[in-house]
């Protein structure tokens, strides 16, 4: 899967076509409804698949890059994701979520657990 990623990239790269965006590549939570989902894929059923492609504008900007990299393998929400992307548009929709972290401007903790990023339990 790495590699078919990587491929991606390098033919966006080559055509220019990430130039001035952003691609988002969310995946889903698995299989839902069988025995045998606790046995295979449960970690992709908890930890859904997540890659986001910048390219040159983001390189340098004030430290996005750096902050995407600490927060790589924290626990990240949906929110966080919205904080992040919502500084982009020019929406009347709040930019602020109490427990939202924009993953381009602030480390997340090590130590956040679901219970504080205000993620329910199934």
Known sequence: MVLKFRDLRLDL??????????????????LHG????????????????????????????NGMIKH?????????????IYMTFARFSNSSLPLLLSKGINLFTQNISDNRTCRIAQIPGE
């Open 13 to 30: 790269n080559k055509t220019e076509a990430l130039s001035n965006m952003i691609l988002i590549l969310p995946g889903d939570h698995g």
């Open 34 to 61: 069988h025995k045998w989902k606790e046995l295979w894929r449960e970690f992709d059923h908890r930890n859904p698949f997540l890659q986001i492609l910048l390219e040159i504008f983001f390189i340098g900007s």
């Open 68 to 80: 995407l990299n600490e927060n790589s393998d924290k626990l990240i929400t949906h929110g966080g």
